[in-house]
């Protein structure tokens, strides 16, 4: 039994604008007015907007040259990665000296298990004031914090929060609080699920959560059908992982010569996703998040990373949520690397939720294919370099 205020014991604690905050602290004339950091060449992206420079419609990962048009007043700063690092390392010093758990998902956000610290506080609603006091004591930093029943909720809860706030999701209000948002906030629905869900009649979390499961399953797939089910009725058994954010694998590759378009990014993709599913299983791991980067030949980035159902340390799972993730983007320049990595990995021993639609015959194939690369010795896992890979937040 837990006692009284414990229930939400999953915080989620998300910085606001973290480059652009960390600017500010050293510029004062800088408070207060729009702010975009990123590539300041001429084909750099936006790789955080303040949220006056929001209000001019600036988002991440938006070409620079567009986000100066939409707001020539607002003060334009380069990255630097090594900074954010280096107060990154502080902020997650924060988060580990007051939670017992703590699981790292980007720079600058992270989920916290607060459910053993029972006997030390009220309840969990005052670990997350007091870790947003700490912040801005300590760092003169904004940060959201969210706290509900699980980590699906909790990040919800945050982005409820921003900027700057605190929501606490009580277990009771769970629901009410999830029906009402619009679908594309669920984890997992790109704009190929939400048009899917659109045909349905579906626009609020509400609305889903009324789909019989067997619809969903026939138009979405036996997989994310189940996903989107449980997702929509509040459900998420996922544990905070200590550190896993701290380890990945990942295979990328930079082009002797660039290539250019859909139909050759796509091809990459397929290949990466097969050798990082080789790297998964030679490593006895499988991987949840995944991470698919482009960099143009004039080396401004896009990274977009999505969530998956379930772990996986199959190359068809990791090729299809891939392609998804960058079905939108506009890939009109040339391309200098294609990247592919997962991270929130876990034992593939763990218990873990096997895709229902998933043919018997392709674990079949690429596990012969691992068992030949084993022998060759291709397969190895390479600690992290967490924050190299991370070239925008929001
Ligand atoms: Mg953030």
């Not at 579906?202 to 889903?208: A, E, K, P, R």
Request: hydrophobic letters at 45%.
């Amino acid at each position: 039994m837990r006692a009284l205020g414990f229930t939400e014991s999953i915080l989620h604690v998300d910085m606001d604008a973290f480059f652009v905050e960390v600017e500010r602290r050293d510029r004062a004339d800088l408070r207060g007015r729009p702010v975009v950091v990123g590539g300041t060449g001429g084909r750099g992206v936006v790789a955080a907007a303040s949220y006056e420079a929001r209000t001019f419609g600036i988002t991440s990962a938006m070409p620079m040259v567009h986000a100066r048009r939409l707001c020539p007043a607002a003060v334009v700063l380069p990255s630097d990665h090594r900074k954010y690092r280096a107060v990154s390392e502080k902020v997650f010093a924060i988060f580990r000296s007051l939670a017992p758990l703590v699981e790292g998902l980007s720079l600058d956000e992270a989920f916290l298990d607060v459910a053993g610290l029972r006997h030390h506080y009220p309840n969990s609603a005052v670990i997350g004031v007091e870790i947003r006091a700490r912040l801005r004591e300590e760092l003169e930093l904004p940060a959201s914090v969210g706290i509900a029943v699980n980590k699906f909720l909790a990040k919800l809860a945050s982005e409820a929060a921003k900027p700057d706030g605190i929501r606490h999701v009580p277990a009771g209000e769970s629901l009410a609080f999830l029906h009402p948002l619009p679908v594309r906030s669920l984890w997992g629905v790109g704009e190929a699920t939400r048009a899917a869900l659109e045909r349905l009649g579906v626009q609020t979390v509400g609305d889903l959560a009324e789909v019989p499961p067997a619809t969903l399953k026939r138009h979405l797939g036996a997989s994310a059908g189940t996903h989107l089910h449980e997702l929509a009725w509040g459900r998420d058994e996922r544990p905070v992982v200590p550190g896993s954010a701290a380890k990945s694998i990942s295979v990328e590759e930079t082009y002797e010569r660039d290539i250019a378009g859909w139909d050759a990014v796509e091809g990459e993709l397929l290949r990466h996703a097969d050798r990082l599913a080789g790297r998964l299983r030679a490593g006895g791991v499988a991987g949840r998040t995944l991470t698919v980067k482009i960099r143009f030949a004039d080396f401004t980035t896009i990274t977009r990373s999505v969530t998956l159902g379930s772990s996986t340390d199959v190359a068809r799972d990791l090729y299809r949520a891939a392609r998804d993730l960058l079905r939108n983007l506009i890939l009109d320049k040339p391309i200098r690397l294609v990247g592919l990595g997962v991270t929130a990995l876990t034992p593939a021993t763990a218990p873990r939720q096997l895709a229902v639609d998933r043919p018997a015959k392709w674990d079949d194939l690429a596990d012969a294919v691992d068992k030949v690369r084993l022998r060759y010795g291709t397969g190895s896992i390479r600690p992290a370099r967490m924050a190299e890979d991370i070239e925008r937040e929001d």
